[in-house]
């Protein structure tokens, strides 16, 4: 693509009405307010329109939830159960499945609530055999940008680490279990020094395990920036930039990325062990690990930080670096991610809406839409999949078909 971008119309002649990794199919059993829906659907972007309220972003969280994490609300498994099926005290469960397809193959992949005795888990399934969520990952990548996701990065630092983690997820499937793994034994550890008598081997084991989590989950981060660096590079050579999304610039400081830059990884466990031994009973001692790295984005062009930019400049930041990811994901490692844009149409100008679409119909997987009106969409080719939600829920039962056409 070049920086002069032609007309919509022009640039639309180079897309292709086909995807090679999108969903055949998805069925949703009591998830959230769909007690029973089910959508068939062509080789194509797909937008989900209709109402406040009758369930749009409900579909892109369950497609949220075919990879490890808490999708893309972040909410507790408890939460997506139809709220009629907990009034009633009747059927307590709820399930995902769909059929993807992608150049691997076709797969066959669900996720859902598991009730043992008083425990509650999130299963999933392949092909009907149980696997670890985190396995998922391995299959197929999704990615999302959501009007709460803006707010979230910019509230904290933390959420900052969090969104990088996602990202980081996709060239390393086993990067949130890392993570989850760091935090579950920083809390055991904590429990263990508040004892009367703390058993020091048992420390040291528990710091030894926290050491290496702390620089594999680091080195892994630096990766995907080091991917998305090298992907600039080769984008600014080959004048392939795309003009109305700004090139961004992602650091993370601290201080065991820079000791990564010095000295091997081994010799950096063994500092970060050491350091965490000279802290067991000094709580004001700084102990340098994956939740203290400074994370900075910044534009570019401006050299301007995502924290200080307006809230339009703030949307397009985030928005190219999702698009930038996904190119990456598509280029080096063949496996386009499934994008989900919920209500992001809205909050976009003429101009960018035409070069988010130019983006989306380029890009080698499905993108999922949702709007309240299907206006906004006019100028998008042809072949996006229009689906009126409120329509097939009061009159097809929740039951979809490409074939109806748009309904």
Same mark, same amino acid.
Not at 146 to 161: A, D, G, W
Not at 188 to 208: C, V
Not at 365 to 371: E, I, V
């Given at each position: 693509?070049?920086?002069?971008?032609?007309?919509?119309?022009?640039?639309?002649?180079?897309?292709?009405?086909?995807?090679?990794?999108?969903?055949?199919?998805?069925?949703?059993?009591?998830?959230?307010?769909?007690?029973?829906?089910?959508?068939?659907?062509?080789?194509?972007?797909?937008?989900?329109?209709?109402?406040?309220?009758?369930?749009?972003?409900?579909?892109?969280?369950?497609?949220?939830?075919?990879?490890?994490?808490?999708?893309?609300?972040?909410?507790?498994?408890?939460?997506?159960?139809?709220?009629?099926?907990?009034?009633?005290?009747?059927?307590?469960?709820?399930?995902?499945?769909?059929?993807?397809?992608?150049?691997?193959?076709?797969?066959?992949?669900?996720?859902?609530?598991?009730?043992?005795?008083?425990?509650?888990?999130?299963?999933?399934?392949?092909?009907?055999?149980?696997?670890?969520?985190?396995?998922?990952?391995?299959?197929?990548?999704?990615?999302?940008?959501?009007?709460?996701?803006?707010?979230?990065?910019?509230?904290?630092?933390?959420?900052?680490?969090?969104?990088?983690?996602?990202?980081?997820?996709?060239?390393?499937?086993?990067?949130?279990?890392?993570?989850?793994?760091?935090?579950?034994?920083?809390?055991?550890?904590?429990?263990?020094?508040?004892?009367?008598?703390?058993?020091?081997?048992?420390?040291?084991?528990?710091?030894?395990?926290?050491?290496?989590?702390?620089?594999?989950?680091?080195?892994?981060?630096?990766?995907?920036?080091?991917?998305?660096?090298?992907?600039?590079?080769?984008?600014?050579?080959?004048?392939?930039?795309?003009?109305?999304?700004?090139?961004?610039?992602?650091?993370?400081?601290?201080?065991?990325?820079?000791?990564?830059?010095?000295?091997?990884?081994?010799?950096?466990?063994?500092?970060?062990?050491?350091?965490?031994?000279?802290? &067991?009973?000094?709580? +004001?001692? /700084?102990?340098?690990? *994956?939740?203290?790295? #400074?994370?900075? @984005?910044?534009?570019?062009? !401006? =050299?301007?930080?995502?924290?200080?930019?307006?809230?339009?400049?703030?949307?397009?930041?985030?928005?190219?670096?999702?698009?930038?990811?996904? &190119?990456?994901?598509? +280029?080096? /490692?063949?496996?386009? *991610?499934?994008?989900? #844009?919920?209500? @992001?149409?809205?909050?976009? !100008? =003429?101009?960018?809406?035409?070069?988010?679409?130019?983006?989306?119909?380029?890009?080698?997987?499905?993108?999922?839409?949702?709007?309240?009106?299907?206006?906004?969409?006019?100028?998008?080719?042809?072949?996006?999949?229009?689906?009126?939600?409120?329509?097939?829920?009061?009159?097809?039962?929740?039951?979809?078909?490409?074939?109806?056409?748009?309904?």
């Amino acid at each position: 693509m070049n920086n002069n971008i032609l007309s919509f119309k022009e640039n639309f002649t180079n897309t292709k009405d086909s995807k090679s990794f999108y969903i055949k199919k998805i069925s949703l059993k009591n998830f959230r307010n769909h007690k029973n829906l089910n959508l068939n659907l062509k080789n194509s972007s797909i937008l989900i329109y209709g109402g406040n309220g009758s369930g749009k972003t409900n579909i892109l969280e369950a497609i949220s939830l075919l990879n490890q994490g808490k999708g893309l609300r972040k909410a507790n498994i408890e939460n997506f159960l139809n709220q009629e099926k907990i009034c009633d005290n009747s059927f307590k469960t709820w399930g995902i499945n769909v059929d993807f397809v992608s150049p691997n193959g076709k797969f066959n992949i669900g996720t859902g609530l598991k009730k043992t005795g008083t425990n509650k888990s999130r299963i999933a399934k392949l092909n009907s055999n149980y696997t670890p969520l985190s396995s998922l990952g391995e299959i197929l990548n999704i990615s999302w940008i959501t009007p709460q996701l803006c707010v979230l990065i910019l509230s904290s630092m933390n959420e900052k680490r969090r969104f990088i983690d996602r990202l980081t997820m996709s060239i390393d499937s086993l990067h949130l279990n890392r993570v989850y793994k760091y935090d579950k034994l920083f809390r055991q550890r904590n429990k263990i020094l508040m004892q009367p008598n703390s058993d020091e081997k048992w420390l040291d084991t528990i710091e030894s395990q926290i050491s290496e989590l702390s620089v594999s989950i680091i080195a892994r981060r630096l990766d995907l920036l080091e991917e998305l660096e090298n992907l600039y590079k080769i984008e600014l050579k080959n004048n392939h930039l795309t003009k109305h999304f700004p090139a961004v610039s992602i650091i993370i400081n601290g201080k065991i990325e820079k000791l990564l830059e010095e000295k091997p990884a081994l010799e950096v466990e063994d500092y970060v062990k050491s350091e965490l031994k000279k802290s &067991r009973f000094n709580y +004001d001692l /700084f102990v340098p690990g *994956p939740n203290n790295s #400074l994370i900075e @984005i910044f534009n570019r062009i !401006d =050299n301007k930080n995502l924290d200080i930019s307006s809230t339009g400049e703030q949307k397009l930041i985030l928005i190219s670096i999702i698009l930038s990811h996904a &190119r990456l994901l598509n +280029d080096k /490692f063949n496996m386009a *991610p499934i994008l989900l #844009l919920d209500d @992001i149409i809205e909050h976009l !100008d =003429n101009k960018h809406r035409k070069a988010l679409f130019l983006e989306v119909s380029r890009h080698n997987a499905q993108s999922w839409f949702t709007s309240t009106s299907k206006d906004a969409f006019a100028g998008y080719p042809s072949f996006i999949d229009k689906i009126n939600l409120q329509n097939i829920k009061e009159n097809f039962d929740g039951n979809y078909h490409f074939r109806y056409g748009d309904i």
